[in-house]
């Protein structure tokens, strides 16, 4: 401790920069969620639990917290079984790498599109006018609104969730650990039961935690296609306070959100620091030659991996299909319209959106590599309340960050609500944690010996990170550049709370088109937030691969030793 | 030139299960202007961590460290003007092999001709002409250690440190490098301190060798020094091949030992006559000194022989003792078959007497 303290002091630059992120921290994740409480726990100015015991003794309330349980539970198991058996099948039936490539660009769609699009799709293709309820099979009136189509439309966005988490850890439970059991003569299937599934199942819970957390969090789907037979916690807050302007009911509604999410979050936690999800050491050897699944089986996969992918295709061609035609189910003419709508009235909304992902790009992708490397290489106190701190807006649920907001910056004294700052602050403390991840796990990558070789060398610890370890973490900085870029674009579950006359989003307007039924509009900003983010996305990938760093980390360079 | 003095030097961490652990514990060290001085030992027995408190990567919990006349104990690694060679290399990677040498050069301001002139010269010494626009990826093991050695002495530092600097090469260069670390370090006459677990790697290349065991210096001395005057079983058993032998002193006299080990007297010239009659010890006697043969000397049992070319290494079972026997260009006649009897006569001279642990 007395070294600790000797060295910051020591180091004024560190002593500087700590005392700055504390004071960010404070003000954009402790101030708001502190406000939020206060508001919750309080009636005229005096601590009571009146409000929040109102708000539960709601039967509404009641059963959108059972609703938000059971809808997360579904969507957590179907989904990770989804997905477990799209890494299996791309793990272990030699799929030709084009159809790899179909799957992983399939199961990408999802994850970079505007919150509302598989719901949207979904009315296209099953609402009243849909292509399948409507055109195909002749239904009339039908209702798609309620817990299947939110749960369908939730699983389909989700589950590639549990593909990219599925998929590193079946490739390190590897051939070789199968081939064993093979050779020691067990059978397939028992293989797969005594080997590959028990090695496999601490990534499954992952998963299943994952997708859990994001069904709980999630508000467009439901806000789309639950409809008032099925409410959930995340749709009634909005509502409460956009709709009955009950800050206070809102307030103690979110935080019924948090615990649901404080348990997934306590949980992940104490499994990962107790290392369940160290991936399986040992060589993952080459592509063994033996089969893990029988022919049929394999068929059998194959083919319900393509439908599911063929599916989330088909809903992205209605999406596109629909932008392009006046009136979907109505009037199948060709047109621009919707795009010169969105172009001419949507204007403010794509430049709002674009000036606000400029501005935080940068700051989130330096903040996300600045506070991933204190927490991974530095020494200082508060280190570990640092990192989980930083932590806590990307972990909880959208909701209660900007009801948080909203009741924090309304009035001074840091009144920030209708400036684009609150959504600023919003996006960077919300989405770079993904940033300070991707930095303390390249850190740990690379060896501390080569900051040590710069101070050997005379450079002092600002040179050092200036000249070594930031262009070593460029990798880290870019995909936290990526990431705050894309939720800038899709994200809406907190920001919904804090746009303004000045400042909207295109999320939000997509919400509107929404409402005022202008479902041609809504499909157009759609098509077009995809198409921006992949383009960026492509750009930053490659420039990714151009880094000298990141072609040093896969020559595995500076790796190891000490 | 700048000598290194450590004076009771500790290091503390705090370890998950076993709580405070001293890493290194009142370690005293002088090495002279200079000289190079290999910390030797096994892995955990403190000697990295004592060169990082050299380096200043971490900082004694105790004791005093003094560069030349200047006490550097709470002086940043920044501003210790240190050479440091790391096992695993440590280049930058993202930097090319002109860069990673002028790194240092470019963080003390020297002008960019004078860099230039700097890197070419020493990329010459270390003969790595016209590497300079090659990035580290690209380069071998060997070159990579010649690049991190350019590195560290480009900047003219005072002292020159290694951790451990030729483990992750193979054994044919890592002969040929510490032959050339050797004649550098003489060449520049720079003071140096040399981390290692490999002896023989110890031997070759230092003035004098500290051996540390559990975070504590055993015992300072030349390679000769430690291989013929141990001066404890550990550092018996560490440096080269070693037999034990349990004893009891029978008498002392001036110069000499009367011992009785395994019920035979033998008497050993013995200058470190710190023992007394009736004492326990064990007799430290190297495999090469014991001769074999017929005639007088205690019976024993061949029970393992191994021909190596140049050499035969025997173990041979005397009075339920294992003894290691090494003869080096024995005659071709001279064989000695698995199950033989022997007989086996230890040397008078050349005997350590050490206390048993």
Same mark, same amino acid.
């Given at each position: ?21 504390w004071l960010l ?6 101030y708001?969620l502190l406000m939020?409480a206060g ?8 601590p009571a ?5 109102s ?6 309330t ?5 609703? !938000? ?8 198991i179907?989904g990770?079984?989804?997905?477990f058996?799209?890494?299996?099948t791309v793990?272990r039936?030699?799929l030709?790498?084009?159809w790899?490539r ?5 199961t990408l769609?999802p ?23 409507y055109e ?7 209702n ?7 749960l369908?439309?939730?699983?389909l966005t ?5 593909y990219l ?6 490739a390190a439970?590897?051939g ?5 059991a093979f050779? %020691?003569?067990?059978?397939r299937l ?11 199942l601490?990534?499954?819970a992952?998963?299943f935690?994952?997708?859990f957390a994001?069904?709980?969090?999630d508000?467009a789907t439901?806000l789309?296609?639950a409809?008032?037979?099925?409410p ?5 807050a ?7 302007f009950?800050?206070k009911?809102?307030?103690?509604? !979110? ?12 949980v ?5 620091e107790?290392g ?8 993952s050897?080459?592509q063994?030659?033996?089969?893990s699944v ?6 059998a996969?194959?083919?319900l991996?393509?439908?599911?992918a063929?599916? #989330? ?6 999406? %596109?299909?629909?932008? %392009?035609?006046v ?9 621009l319209?919707h ?7 949507g204007?403010?909304?794509i430049?709002?959106t674009?000036i606000?992902a400029? #501005? ?6 330096f903040y996300?590599v600045?506070?991933?490397?204190l927490?991974?290489r530095?020494?200082f106190?508060?280190r570990a309340a640092?990192?989980i701190?930083s932590?806590?807006?990307y972990?909880?649920p959208?909701t209660?960050?900007g009801i948080?907001y909203?009741i924090a910056?309304n009035?001074?004294p840091?009144a920030l609500?209708?400036?684009?700052l609150i959504i600023?602050a919003?996006?960077?403390f919300?989405y770079s ?12 990558q690379i ?11 005379g450079a ?9 370890t930031l262009?070593?973490v460029m990798p880290?900085?870019?995909a936290?550049?990526g ?12 920001t919904i709370? %804090?746009v ?5 989003l295109?999320t ?5 088109n929404?409402t005022?039924?202008s479902l041609?509009?809504?499909a157009?900003?759609s ?6 983010v ?6 930053v ?6 880094l ?8 595995q ?6 | 030139?700048d000598?290194?003095?450590i004076?009771s030097?500790?290091a503390?961490f ?5 709580g405070?652990?001293?890493a290194?514990r009142d370690?005293?060290?002088d090495?002279?202007?200079?000289e ?8 955990g ?11 200043g ?6 004791g005093?460290?003094f560069?030349?006349?200047r006490d550097?104990?709470?002086t ?9 060679v790391?096992?695993n ?9 002109f860069?990673n040498?002028a790194?240092?050069?470019?963080i003390?301001?020297m002008?960019?001709?004078e860099v230039a ?10 003969g ?11 380069l ?8 991190a ?17 030729l483990s992750?090469?193979d ?5 040929q490098?510490r032959?050339e670390?050797r004649e550098?370090?003489?060449?520049l006459g720079i003071t140096?301190?040399y981390v290692?677990?490999d ?11 500290a051996?540390?065991?559990?975070g504590?210096?055993?015992q300072?001395?030349t390679?000769e020094?430690?291989?013929r ?7 018996a058993r ?8 349990e004893a009891?002193v029978?008498?002392v006299s001036?110069?000499?030992v ?18 007394r009659?009736?004492q326990?010890?064990l007799a430290?006697?190297?495999?090469e ?6 005639g ?6 061949v029970?393992?022989c191994?021909?190596?070319?140049e050499?035969?290494?025997?173990e041979i079972e005397v009075?339920?003792?294992?003894l290691q026997?090494?003869?080096f260009?024995?005659?071709p006649?001279?064989r ?10 230890l040397?008078?001279e050349?005997?350590q007497l050490?206390?048993s642990?």
């Open positions: 401790m007395k070294v600790v303290r000797a060295r910051i002091v020591r180091d004024p630059a560190l002593l500087v920069t700590v005392t700055v992120l921290l404070a003000l954009f994740v402790i708001p939020l508001t919750a726990f309080a009636e005229d100015g005096r639990l009146g409000p929040l015991m708000v539960l003794a709601k039967p509404g009641q059963r959108a917290f059972v609703n !938000s349980l059971l809808l997360g539970t579904l969507v957590g179907i990770t079984v989804l997905g058996l799209f890494a299996f793990s039936t030699n030709p790498p084009a790899v179909l799957i992983d660009a399939m769609l994850l970079i599109s505007p919150p509302f699009t598989t719901s949207i799709a979904f009315i296209f293709s099953f609402g009243p006018r849909g292509l399948i309820s195909l099979l002749g239904m009339r009136g039908t798609v609104y309620g817990l299947t189509s939110t369908a439309a939730e699983v989700y589950f590639p969730i549990a988490t599925l998929r590193p850890v079946l439970i590897g070789n650990l199968e081939e064993m050779s %020691l003569g067990s059978s028992h293989a797969f039961r005594t080997v590959t599934l028990p090695l496999a601490p990534g499954l992952n998963a935690l994952l997708l994001a069904s709980l969090a508000f439901p789309i296609l409809g008032n037979t099925f959930v916690l995340p749709t009634e909005y509502l409460q306070i956009i709709g009955l009950d800050l009911g809102g307030a103690a509604m !979110s935080l019924l959100l948090l615990v649901p999410a404080t348990f997934v979050y306590v992940q936690r104490v499994w990962v107790r369940y999800f160290v991936t399986i050491s040992g060589k050897g080459a063994s030659a033996i089969r029988t022919p049929a089986a394999r068929v996969l194959i083919f991996c393509l439908a599911v063929f599916f #989330i295709g088909y809903l992205y061609a209605l999406l %596109l299909h629909a932008s %392009l035609v009136a979907f189910g109505a009037n199948h003419a060709w047109t319209a795009y010169h709508v969105i172009f001419t009235e204007r403010k909304a430049t709002d674009m606000i400029l #501005i935080g790009m940068p700051l989130g992708g996300g600045l506070v991933g490397y927490v991974a530095r020494e106190a508060g640092m990192e701190v932590m806590i807006n972990a909880l959208g209660i960050v948080a909203l910056f009035d001074p840091v609500t209708g400036t684009a600023i919003c996006y960077v919300r944690p993904t940033g300070i991840r991707t930095t303390v796990a390249l850190l740990h060896d501390r010996s080569l900051e040590e070789a710069s101070k050997s060398l002092r610890s600002v040179t050092t990170f200036r000249r070594v262009p070593l880290a900085f870019f936290g550049v990431v705050v870029f894309i939720r800038s674009m899709t994200a809406i579950s907190a709370f %804090l303004s006359i000045g400042w909207t295109i939000v307007r997509i919400l509107e929404m005022e039924l041609g509009p809504a157009a900003f098509v077009f937030v995809i198409v921006i992949m383009a960026v996305t492509t750009c990938n490659a420039l990714l691969r151009r000298p760093a990141a072609a040093a980390e896969q020559a360079w500076g790796v190891g030793g000490g | 030139m000598g290194i003095h004076k030097v500790s503390h705090r370890h998950q299960v076993k405070d652990v001293a290194v370690v005293s060290l090495v002279r202007p200079g190079l001085m290999t910390l030797l030992g096994p892995s027995c403190g000697k990295t961590t004592t060169l990082r408190m050299i380096a990567f971490q900082e004694p919990s105790a005093k460290i560069i030349g006349e550097v104990t709470h940043e690694a920044n501003e210790r003007n240190i050479g440091f790391f096992q290399y440590a280049l930058f990677p993202h930097l090319s092999v860069e040498v790194y240092g050069l470019k003390k301001r002008d960019g001709a002139r700097a890197v070419t010269d020493v990329l010459a010494l270390v790595l002409v016209s590497y300079e626009r090659q990035m580290p990826h690209q071998s093991g060997g070159e990579q250690q010649r690049v050695l350019a590195r560290a002495i480009v900047i003219r530092p005072r002292v020159l440190l290694f951790d451990e600097p992750n090469l054994a044919k260069l890592r002969t490098m032959g670390i550098l370090q003489r060449r140096a301190v290692t677990h002896q023989e790697e110890a031997m070759a290349i230092s003035d004098r060798i051996v540390m065991n559990k504590v210096i055993e300072i001395g390679a020094e430690l291989y005057r141990p001066a404890s079983v550990f550092v560490f440096i080269g091949r070693s037999n034990l032998i009891t029978t008498a001036p110069g000499r009367e011992l009785s080990i395994a019920g035979r007297l033998h008497v050993i010239e013995s200058a470190n006559a710190e023992v009659s009736g326990t010890v430290n006697v190297r495999p000194a014991i001769a074999i043969g017929k007088d000397g205690s019976e024993g049992i029970k393992v191994t021909y190596l070319g050499k035969m290494e025997y009075a339920g003792q294992m026997i090494v003869r260009n024995p005659p006649a001279e000695f078959e698995l199950g033989a009897a022997v007989r086996v006569r040397p008078h050349g005997v050490l206390a642990d």
